[in-house]
């Protein structure tokens, strides 16, 4: 018996697409979304995604593995079009027969698409910072689309998601599945997505202090004690260095950061590095700011990258108990 009838009856696109109950996707969050909590969130209804990160496809590979002796519901797995294996990364997902890929952190490179969906029915989802990309993107293979505002933690475009959704899903989701992700921290936001034409959400922030989550204890209470403002978007220091800004509570590491892009620059300058390897040494600076707020719980130094729905996380809970409210709050809010 379904005790949230209007929510499912809205999220029913949502959840054919990706084979569980409730079309909540947890974003995936390096070293947070590994085989722990996206088995958690996949066996309480939701769709986990294994943030592969920086991981080498040998450490992949065993990450799929262990997910699938958790859990046998169906979970994806997010790569960054950047990585330098990507292709590779590929081949693993489909030895493992991963029914979803999501492709994060810029334009997916040529023949990615089609490597992913080569031989077998696996769905590719990608984000888009604009409806012109969101439409190249699906002509041009992906089957949704996550459509994520500034307001989320990590790498951020530049529009709110209330902004994104507007402009967006009136566009696209009579015929496209877009799901919306950025700042949601509870039912009655997802209610009015789903009203606007979503076919489900995805959060982060609300997920990473889940009993299941392998973060920090010092991690996770620096969530508890953080409000809104205090998750502040990183500065770009040089204009000729890209940067995706990146969104994560105001500590040393921020400033450290900010250090860090000087220094590349000056690379950049001296002509000691190219353009992509000065973004890969900004990426790697995040992978290993990251890792030491998330694994070691330096909060000090690392990079506790959060979304400004950070005040709405006070507690540790259990995944299930996350959806089971969010579910409810929705129900709520779509019941006449």
Same mark, same amino acid.
């Given at each position: 018996?379904n005790?949230?009838?209007?929510?499912?009856?809205?999220m029913?696109?949502?959840?054919d697409?990706?084979?569980c109950?409730?079309a909540i996707?947890c974003?995936?969050?390096s070293?947070?979304?590994?085989?722990?909590?996206?088995?958690?969130?996949s066996?309480?209804?939701?769709?986990?995604?294994?943030a592969?990160g920086?991981m080498?496809?040998?450490?992949?590979?065993?990450e799929?593995?262990?997910?699938?002796?958790?859990?046998?519901?169906?979970?994806g797995?997010n790569?960054i079009?950047?990585h330098?294996?990507?292709?590779?990364?590929?081949?693993?997902?489909r030895?493992?027969?991963?029914?979803h890929v999501?492709?994060?952190?810029?334009?997916?490179?040529?023949g990615?698409?089609?490597?992913?969906?080569e031989?077998?029915?696996?769905k590719?989802?990608?984000?888009a910072p604009?409806?012109?990309?969101a439409k190249k993107l699906?002509?041009s293979?992906?089957?949704?689309?996550?459509?994520e505002g500034?307001?989320?933690?990590g790498h951020?475009?530049p529009?709110?998601t209330?902004?994104?959704a507007?402009?967006i899903l009136p566009?696209?989701?009579?015929?496209?599945?877009?799901f919306?992700?950025?700042g949601i921290g509870?039912g009655e936001?997802?209610?009015?997505?789903?009203?606007?034409?979503a076919?489900?959400v995805q959060?982060?922030?609300?997920?990473?202090?889940?009993?299941e989550?392998?973060?920090?204890?010092d991690f996770k209470? *620096?969530f508890? !004690? &953080?409000?809104?403002?205090?998750? /502040?978007?990183?500065?770009? +220091?040089?204009p000729?260095l890209? @940067?995706i800004?990146?969104?994560?509570?105001k500590?040393?590491?921020?400033?450290e950061?900010?250090a860090k892009q000087r220094?590349?620059a000056?690379?950049?300058?001296?002509?000691?590095v190219d353009?992509r390897e000065?973004?890969?040494?900004?990426?790697?600076f995040?992978?290993g *700011?990251l890792? !030491? &707020?998330?694994?070691?719980?330096? /909060?000090?130094n690392?990079s +506790?990258?959060?979304?400004q729905? @950070?005040?709405?996380v006070?507690?540790?809970?259990?995944?299930?108990?996350i959806?089971?409210?969010?579910?409810s709050q929705?129900?709520?809010?779509?019941t006449p």
């Amino acid at each position: 018996m379904n005790h949230h009838p209007n929510t499912a009856a809205m999220m029913q696109r949502g959840t054919d697409f990706l084979g569980c109950d409730t079309a909540i996707m947890c974003g995936a969050m390096s070293w947070v979304s590994e085989r722990n909590l996206v088995a958690a969130i996949s066996n309480a209804g939701g769709f986990g995604v294994i943030a592969c990160g920086a991981m080498t496809p040998d450490i992949l590979d065993r990450e799929i593995a262990a997910t699938k002796a958790l859990t046998s519901k169906p979970f994806g797995v997010n790569l960054i079009t950047m990585h330098p294996a990507l292709f590779d990364l590929i081949d693993v997902c489909r030895t493992h027969g991963v029914t979803h890929v999501v492709l994060a952190g810029g334009i997916p490179p040529k023949g990615s698409v089609e490597a992913i969906k080569e031989g077998g029915d696996t769905k590719v989802i990608c984000f888009a910072p604009t409806l012109a990309l969101a439409k190249k993107l699906l002509r041009s293979g992906a089957d949704a689309m996550v459509i994520e505002g500034s307001e989320a933690g990590g790498h951020i475009g530049p529009v709110s998601t209330s902004v994104l959704a507007q402009e967006i899903l009136p566009e696209l989701s009579p015929d496209h599945l877009v799901f919306v992700a950025g700042g949601i921290g509870r039912g009655e936001a997802i209610a009015s997505y789903l009203e606007m034409g979503a076919a489900g959400v995805q959060l982060g922030t609300r997920f990473a202090c889940a009993t299941e989550s392998i973060a920090h204890p010092d991690f996770k209470k *620096a969530f508890f !004690r &953080a409000n809104a403002r205090e998750a /502040v978007a990183s500065v770009q +220091v040089d204009p000729r260095l890209p @940067v995706i800004p990146v969104r994560a509570l105001k500590n040393k590491g921020t400033e450290e950061f900010t250090a860090k892009q000087r220094e590349v620059a000056a690379l950049l300058d001296a002509g000691t590095v190219d353009m992509r390897e000065a973004q890969l040494q900004i990426e790697h600076f995040w992978a290993g *700011a990251l890792r !030491r &707020a998330v694994v070691d719980g330096d /909060v000090e130094n690392g990079s +506790v990258m959060a979304g400004q729905s @950070v005040g709405m996380v006070t507690k540790e809970e259990p995944a299930a108990d996350i959806i089971a409210q969010l579910m409810s709050q929705c129900e709520a809010a779509l019941t006449p």
